[in-house]
């Protein structure tokens, strides 16, 4: 599997636990500190992780505009691909979707339910019921053209979708409180949790999420599994 990694401290998580554990190699792509897009047809899919960025700063960050004709060509193909928070963004905006600013950062532990569309999908088929997820964006994005919503929230109908073998996840549940607790510490990610609970708002933050992470990374395991075994594994045995 390709990881395409923005900042190091948004790594695959839960997700690479998943990896590991089928025995699946990973190779890691650090695109801010100048890494270089390999051949997609080499990696049996591609993982896109988040970052502070968005998917429309081309002009600030030089890797974007060709990261995106990647996952355009990639996903455009066929390729298996799961986008998470940036990666989501990226993957709408890579195929043809607008992507922008929204009127307020959603932030925190959130509940996101699954849409009609999820109902007979191969990974988002199981999810009956709202699930406790990490939110963290203050973009959004609308669905690209073809796409299936397979998730929504309160805030931002647009949480999940699918085209073809990608998927786009707009929230977190692979994020340890371990992991969880460096984001707060960050200025671009504290801003953004001080802007929608307060100052001093990180410690009910991270209590909250160690409270809701059985069930999230329960999910996290179960949606990345189903996605592996659909269209990753499916046909492939793994050395």
């Known amino acids: 599997m390709l990881v395409l990694q923005h900042v190091d401290c948004e790594p695959p998580a839960a997700y690479e636990d998943v990896l590991i554990e089928r025995g699946i190699g ?26 502070p960025m968005g998917a429309y700063d ?20 066929g390729c298996p691909l799961w986008g998470v928070c940036l990666g989501a963004q ?8 607008r992507v922008w600013p929204g009127p307020r950062p959603e932030v925190g532990i959130c509940e996101v339910s699954p849409a009609a569309g999820a109902r007979h999908d191969p990974v988002f088929g199981g999810l009956t019921g709202p699930v406790p997820v990490l939110q963290w964006h203050a973009d959004t ?20 979708f699918r085209v073809g073998r990608a998927y ?38 991270l209590s909250e999420l160690a409270r809701s992470l059985p069930v999230m990374t329960s999910v996290a395991r179960t949606l990345f599994g189903n996605w592996l075994d659909a269209f990753v594994c499916a046909g492939h045995r793994v050395e």
């Open 26 to 51: 990973v190779e890691r792509v650090l695109l801010a500190d100048g890494g270089v897009l390999p051949d997609w047809h080499d990696f049996a899919g591609v993982i896109v992780m988040g970052g």
């Open 58 to 77: 081309t002009d600030k960050f030089t890797w974007l505009g060709p990261e995106l004709a990647f996952i355009r060509e990639a996903a455009g193909a």
């Open 90 to 97: 990226l993957l709408a905006s890579a195929l043809g979707a």
């Open 141 to 160: 994005f609308e669905l690209p053209a073809g796409a299936t919503l397979l998730a929504s929230s309160a805030q931002y109908p647009h949480q999940a």
């Open 168 to 205: 786009g996840i707009q929230f977190h549940v692979e994020v340890p409180v371990g992991l969880a607790t460096q984001w707060v510490e960050i200025p671009e990610y504290a801003r953004s949790l001080a802007a929608v609970h307060g100052d001093g708002s990180a410690g009910a933050l």
